[in-house]
């Protein structure tokens, strides 16, 4: 199994990442066992379903929104949203919270995520906090 993050703060914040950062996730699972998370700054995702648009644009994904700008759908792709939620990134604090849910996709998955996080490169020396 495979753990990783996909931030697209760089989308956003192309000349400069500011240290401390806020959006909105999606928890994906593909192929029943790779987990994603994917964080997208509030300026470049107001809805989740935006995330998970930009993902499967990137990946070569057909999707479709059901329900536009609040629902985006994957028929027929090995991927399952497990559930979405708020982030806040403290880059000189070395703190990561997640919080929240989408209304769209429900809660995400709270258990090990802390562990999984922690255990990445990008994200050692963090404090994760899951709330």
């Known amino acids: 199994m495979e753990f990783r993050v996909v931030d697209y703060s760089p989308v956003l914040y192309k000349a400069e990442m500011p240290p401390v950062r ?7 699972v593909e192929g029943g066992e790779n987990e994603t998370l ?3 700054p509030y300026g470049l995702s107001k809805f989740h379903a935006q995330i998970l648009e930009r993902y499967c644009l990137r990946n070569d994904l057909d999707g479709r ?10 028929p027929g792709a090995d991927i399952e949203v497990v559930g979405g939620g708020h982030w ?6 070395l703190r990561l919270e997640l919080n929240g849910e989408s209304t769209a996709y429900g809660r995400f998955d709270p258990d090990g995520l802390a562990e999984k996080i922690g255990a990445l490169a990008a994200y050692r020396g963090y404090r994760i906090v899951v709330r």
């Open 65 to 74: 929104y059901l329900r536009k700008p609040e629902y985006y759908s994957v």
């Open 88 to 93: 806040k990134i403290d880059d000189p604090g």
């Open 38 to 40: 994917v964080l997208s």
């Open 22 to 28: 806020q959006g909105k996730f999606l928890q994906l």
